[in-house]
């Protein structure tokens, strides 16, 4: 496995857990860096060194708030994903990023593998989800509901990984007004880059995919490899592609 070089602005312990766990090499020229700060593994560029570290947080933040105010199973993506009363479906998020709708997913009784490919967001996911399973309020539904798999998803979902639904969010450019979040994407699409492999990643979806895929878009893009949706639940800013998967019967031809 190629490893990929960052500046890690780690102790010698915490820098050889990570190059081990996820094929990282230490590179103090790197533009992008790993820090510690308030106990949180944080992502920093040098160009915006004066911006507080790209985090995962499942606990507090955005992210906490949403958990406590967002609507529950009547937001957009519970419906997307075909959550209803007594039907908690399995997700793959085969997209993970920083693990946003996949917490919300869970916190609304899914249980979500996250699939990650680019080895510092994995990082990042995995001590947030271990900070996340500490917590007194929520640990126990995290550990129960949320795991993490550092892969490429297309070949995680052909590996014979299935689910209920397979949820993709794939990297589109942005097009938000706040600064801070155009800072956060600039340093998580320059260090990622973009997803060049949509149409195997859709493919594989159907392939995983036991109910249905689902797609988030920005409202602007075209749909994902051009693959017309069965149906599309729209936000303000985004909508919810929809595929429907309908699997043979065993003995129909």
Not at 55 to 68: I, L
Not at 135 to 164: C, F, T
Not at 175 to 196: H, N, P, T, Y
Request: with cysteine.
């Amino acid at each position: 496995m190629t490893r990929v070089a960052i500046n890690l602005q780690l102790d010698s312990e915490q820098r050889n857990a990570l190059t081990d766990e996820f094929a990282l090499c230490h590179d103090s020229e790197a533009p992008y860096s790993l820090v510690y700060q308030d106990n949180c593994l944080g992502l920093i560029q040098r160009d915006f060194a004066k911006m507080k570290p790209v985090v995962v947080d499942f606990v507090g933040g955005a992210v906490g708030h949403r958990r406590k105010f967002g609507g529950g199973r009547g937001q957009a993506i519970a419906k997307a994903v075909g959550l209803k009363k007594g039907a908690n479906p399995s997700v793959i998020d085969a997209t993970a990023g920083l693990g946003r709708d996949a917490f919300v997913l869970a916190s609304l009784g899914c249980k979500v593998t996250m699939v990650e490919r680019h080895p510092v967001v994995a990082a990042l996911l995995a001590d947030g989800l271990k900070r996340a399973q500490s917590d007194a309020d929520i640990g126990a539904w995290v550990s129960e509901r949320m795991r993490l798999v550092h892969s490429q998803g297309p070949d995680y979902l052909v590996s014979g990984a299935q689910a209920d639904v397979v949820y993709l969010d794939p990297m589109y450019p942005h097009r938000e007004k706040s600064a801070q979040v155009k800072k956060e994407m600039a340093i998580f699409q320059g260090l990622v880059g973009a997803d060049l492999d949509s149409d195997a990643l859709l493919a594989a979806a159907k392939q995983a995919a036991l109910k249905r895929v689902v797609v988030k878009r920005p409202d602007y893009a075209s749909p994902m490899a051009e693959q017309a949706p069965d149906s599309q639940i729209e936000t303000k800013k985004n909508r919810f592609d929809l595929y429907i998967i309908q699997k043979p019967i065993a003995g129909e031809s």
